[in-house]
């Protein structure tokens, strides 16, 4: 099962997210199939925002990452909520670029040129909106700026998808660390040191760590204290019974021409890739 460690260390100093999300990429692979270095790019995105939903306050709070680029993979869409459910789509799934000559999926070819923009549904009048320009594209670079830039938080981010030669996803996970305006440079710079020489997060998977492990690796020597273990999972809460509702909210006037014109309505979950169909009886039961 895949979950989130929320976690601090040196005495509150630093707080820490750190995630295994396989099981939700791979669902996510399954809804879309997406080819190897899109699943890549949502999977990196999923993750991500299964984290900074757990950041979240309240039950009802929603995070969005939106991405658009002017690469092949044109961008994405993922949205979480406070207890880690997630859902996502890319606008183009099926991109076939070449590796990067490290041999890693080329996820910034793949979405080009943008923007990334965080919206945050906090129950006020007005989401919390920040946007900033891709500096990388990898989506983990990106973030981080994000961080720094828009909520003026010191974060270092690392967000990783492995995908098998049959395209399921092989391992996928993250974390997030955040320096606290209280912390001593000392911890500052051992951290730094680690992260530098650290290998790549689905690395350390592959090699059989537990994102525990992980942990330790990386706070250990500044007492880490795992504070909550929030399970992880894709979860789409689109039905029949919404759609309908949002179909009467068109206003009877709408539905009627939809009627005329069209003699039904087809509408097309993004999320899970569900299709509900209206015939002109369904519509009429609207009214
Ligand atoms: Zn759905």
Do not use: W
């Amino acid at each position: 099962m895949d979950y989130i460690l929320r976690a601090t260390a040196g005495e509150g100093s630093v707080r820490a997210f750190i995630a295994n999300t396989r099981e939700t990429v791979q669902q996510a692979f399954l809804y879309h199939q997406t080819s190897p270095v899109m699943s890549a790019a949502l999977g990196r995105a999923l993750t991500a925002v299964s984290m900074m939903g757990s950041m979240l306050k309240s039950d009802t709070d929603l995070i969005t990452i939106k991405i658009n680029g002017n690469g092949e993979g044109k961008g994405l869409v993922v949205t979480g909520d406070s207890k880690a459910r997630v859902k996502g789509y890319v606008f183009n799934p099926v991109v076939d670029i070449p590796l990067k000559p490290n041999g890693k999926l080329d996820v910034q070819n793949a979405l080009g040129e943008g923007t990334l923009t965080v919206i945050k549904d906090l129950g006020l009048k007005e989401p919390y909106v920040g946007q900033i320009p891709l500096i990388s594209g990898e989506i983990a670079e990106d973030l981080t700026y994000y961080f720094a830039k828009s909520e003026q938080t010191p974060s270092a981010v690392s967000l990783g998808v492995l995908v098998d030669r049959d395209y399921s996803i092989k391992q996928a996970g993250g974390f997030i660390i955040q320096v606290m305006p209280d912390a001593n440079e000392d911890i500052i710079n051992a951290l730094e040191n680690k992260l530098a020489t650290m290998k790549p997060f689905t690395t350390l998977l592959e090699e059989g760590n537990s994102i525990e492990d992980i942990l330790n690796m990386l706070l250990g020597e500044f007492n880490v204290n795992i504070l909550d273990k929030i399970p992880v999972e894709y979860y789409c809460n689109c039905s029949r019974e919404r759609v309908e509702k949002a179909l009467i909210s068109l206003g009877e006037k709408e539905i009627q021409d939809i009627i005329k014109e069209d003699k039904g309505a087809n509408l097309h979950c993004h999320f899970c890739n569900k299709d509900y169909v209206f015939n002109e009886e369904d519509l009429k039961k609207l009214l």
